[in-house]
């Protein structure tokens, strides 16, 4: 074979190495994700006893405390604070997703004491993610 058909069969080979080492290599390149974890706690405490409060917790390890209202007042249940406390935890997670965080996981609980006391509290996770 002539001297010149090899070095065209080396470079294609050379080539085609290079493109299938750089085509399948994975970024090595991670990008770290930040966490921020909001936690609202409505209380169900008849006569609106209980504490309500929204905690959000930053990816510095930064909280904030808001208050809210309570689901209860003397008269049973409200539902004028249970619109504001939806107005509030919406207007957070607006608030977030214009700053870039992606809402990834949400988890709620209810803890309703016992049979001989009337405590309860229901509980609310948002996780974000950026």
């Known amino acids: 074979?002539?001297?010149?058909?090899y070095y065209?069969?080396?470079?294609?080979?050379?080539?085609?190495s290079i493109i299938g080492f750089y085509g399948f290599k994975q970024s090595d390149d991670k990008k770290q994700s930040k966490w921020l974890q909001i936690t609202a706690v409505e209380s169900v405490v008849p006569g609106?006893?209980?504490?309500?409060?929204?905690?959000?917790?930053?990816?510095?390890?930064?909280m904030e405390e808001t208050k809210m209202k309570n689901f209860f007042?003397?008269?049973?249940?409200?539902?004028?604070?249970?619109?504001?406390?939806?107005?509030?935890?919406?207007s957070k997670i607006q608030?977030?997703?214009?700053?870039g965080w992606e809402l990834y996981d949400v988890t709620s609980g209810v803890y309703s004491g016992n049979e001989n006391n009337?405590?309860?509290?229901?509980?609310?996770r948002y996780l974000f993610k950026k």
């Open 95 to 99: 608030e977030l997703s214009a700053e």
């Open 73 to 90: 007042s003397v008269a049973g249940i409200n539902f004028s604070n249970i619109r504001e406390n939806d107005l509030s935890i919406t």
């Open 8 to 16: 065209k069969i080396t470079i294609a080979i050379m080539f085609i």
């Open 48 to 62: 609106g006893l209980g504490r309500s409060r929204m905690i959000s917790i930053d990816d510095k390890g930064k």
């Open 118 to 124: 009337s405590n309860g509290i229901f509980i609310t």
């Open 1 to 5: 074979m002539n001297k010149n058909v």
